[in-house]
């Protein structure tokens, strides 16, 4: 017997492209988070993201094929992730977690995860 993956316990694909598309229309308008997102149009972006959280949750592997090694922190050193930053990211991801009606225990799983992404990123403490 196999164990389902969390990525189809909350329904795949789909569930991961409404988390992500919800998530950045509060970025789109956000003056913090906006600026950190060099591309005109969020596609890209929205992408990326997508790719890697279905990885990370036992969805396909295409973000890796893809792009390498994930190196989250790395990544965003070009940008400044402060306490601020942190807590903007954090307030768009919740409205969309929220958005997708998922199980307590699945929900519960998913924000444990992205608070501590969120943490992880900081890399300045600078206004």
């Known amino acids: 017997m196999t164990q389902e993956s969390f990525f189809d316990a909350v329904g795949g694909h789909d569930t991961f492209v409404r988390l992500v598309d919800v998530f950045y229309d509060g970025v789109a308008d956000d003056p913090v988070l906006r600026p ?3 591309e005109e ?3 890209p ?3 990326r993201l997508t790719m890697f959280l279905e990885q990370y949750w036992g969805g396909p592997g295409t973000y890796s094929a893809q792009r390498g090694h994930p190196r989250l922190r790395m990544r965003h050193v070009p940008f400044k992730v402060n306490p601020d930053a ?3 990211w954090l307030a768009h991801m919740r409205t969309a977690v929220d958005s997708l009606g998922l199980a307590p225990i699945h929900e519960s799983q998913l924000w444990d995860y992205l608070e501590r992404a969120a943490f992880s990123m900081i890399n300045t403490f600078e206004d």
């Open 86 to 88: 942190r807590d903007r």
């Open 41 to 43: 149009d969020l596609g």
């Open 45 to 47: 972006a929205k992408e």
């Open 36 to 38: 950190m997102y060099p």
